[in-house]
């Protein structure tokens, strides 16, 4: 018995040694990933009502490739070792990148509400819960469904204390429905699929395809007007640093390294927290039954994310 005691002690240093050996911003980047992307559905709306939504999409893009050029010019990082594997990559640009940014967009300039877009994405972390036993092998307790229903519960207590929700276009539901599905199915075959590829690769094949796809159907549907004041300048830097080279790097990296499920169910925070953010940058308010939503989606992505305990 006392050498079972001992092997068992083993094991669980081991797996304490192995948690001291993460980065550091490796262990900050559920926080950080949160406040970048968060803060962006505000920045967005900014941005939006200086230019049309594909227009900032294509331009948000084309930015990036500009940073990131020069940058694999002079670092030369390693290319992917086949064209499926560059494929595979591309494939997570296009459904993250064009269908899941590109739609919402298109669902906002529609009519659709910020409440009403959210609640349909607030979805995903149980879509990606069902998927993943199929997809990526991960199964879930029953503490960690319950912490998904918390979440959801959560977050829709959020936007409805917001009174977000009304009456809302139907085709533009549609498309969030669609974009839903384009972020779960990105979200599951970059787990199933990807392999650590340097970041500044994959994301020189993500936003090559995002620009692709965006800029003709932008300059083919849209006039591509832009009002260059400073509070767009402003918005631009930060969806194209803050939100597409920092948030989508560290959503990539927490992917390959932690159970898909545990990382959707970030995805609970959002709504509250970008509700938090539009209560300075827009003026919009956080009444009492948001502030318990957040407050109760904050618990549920807790006990999703807590690791079940060595035995």
Request: hydrophobic letters at 60%.
């Amino acid at each position: 018995m006392s050498r079972l005691r001992l092997a068992q002690t083993g094991v669980a240093q081991d797996g304490a040694a192995m948690q001291s050996t993460r980065p550091l911003w490796l262990i900050l980047a559920p926080v950080i990933f949160l406040i970048l992307w968060s803060a962006g559905f505000a920045v967005a709306k900014i941005a939006v009502a200086h230019a049309a939504p594909l227009t900032i999409l294509a331009l948000r893009y084309s930015l990036v490739l500009v940073l990131l050029i020069p940058v694999a010019l002079v670092m030369r990082p390693p290319l992917p070792k086949s064209w499926r594997a560059a494929g595979d990559v591309a494939l997570v640009g296009f459904l993250i990148q064009v269908v899941y940014f590109g739609l919402c967009y298109v669902a906002f300039k529609l009519g659709v509400s910020a409440g009403g877009v959210a609640i349909i994405v607030c979805l995903q972390p149980i879509l990606v819960a069902l998927a993943a036993p199929w997809t990526v092998g991960e199964r879930l307790g029953r503490k960690a469904w319950t912490g998904l229903a918390l979440g959801l519960a959560g977050s829709v207590m959020v936007i409805l204390g917001r009174s977000a929700v009304a009456a809302e276009n139907t085709l533009g539901l549609v498309l969030t429905f669609v974009a839903l599905l384009g972020i779960t199915g990105g979200t599951l075959y970059e787990k199933r699929f990807g392999v650590s590829h340097h970041p500044v690769t994959s994301n020189l094949i993500q936003y090559a395809v995002g620009a692709a796809c965006t800029l003709p159907v932008a300059l083919a549907t849209e006039s591509m007007a832009i009002n260059w004041d400073a509070e767009f300048l402003w918005a631009m830097a930060y969806l194209v640093i803050g939100n597409s080279l920092l948030a989508m790097t560290l959503l990539l990296a927490m992917i390959r390294v932690g159970e898909v499920a545990r990382v959707s169910a970030l995805f609970y925070l959002v709504p509250a927290l970008s509700a938090l953010f539009a209560w300075p940058l827009l003026g919009e308010a956080m009444p009492p039954l948001s502030w318990a939503g957040m407050a109760l989606a904050a618990f549920g992505v807790a006990l999703v994310s807590r690791k079940a305990r060595a035995r």
